[in-house]
């Protein structure tokens, strides 16, 4: 996380100091709250509410759940087809330098 703000925005954060490391944790933690409370509300308006509630005669939550299996069936045929896994591969090795584990 330090070394991707560090390329990212140019800080110098040291990944031992505890200031950082409950900095880090605290906006991980709300980032983590904050998709937990959406998650809850997309439950809310996808789960259906029946015939007997206020929404009754015009809801559509069926159409919201079909629409997010659409978007994850194309998602899933995407990364299927295309792999992305598979070119990280050659990222994460350098030819020019040894790794550690090489170098010994």
């Known amino acids: 996380m330090t070394s991707l703000s560090h390329n990212r925005f140019g800080t ?9 490391i ?21 439950l809310n308006v996808v789960f259906p509410t029946g015939l007997t509630s206020a929404r009754g005669l015009f809801n559509s939550a069926w159409i919201t759940l079909l629409m ?7 998602g899933a045929v995407y990364f299927l087809i295309a792999r992305p896994d598979r070119k990280v591969a050659g990222h994460l090795h350098d030819q020019l330098e040894p790794t ?5």
């Open 12 to 20: 110098n954060w040291d990944p031992t100091n505890h200031e950082t």
């Open 22 to 42: 409950l900095l880090i944790t605290v906006v991980l933690l709300a980032i983590h709250i904050a998709a937990l409370y959406l998650g809850l509300m997309l």
């Open 100 to 104: 550690r584990a090489e170098r010994h």
């Open 68 to 74: 997010m299996v659409i978007i994850a069936v194309v």
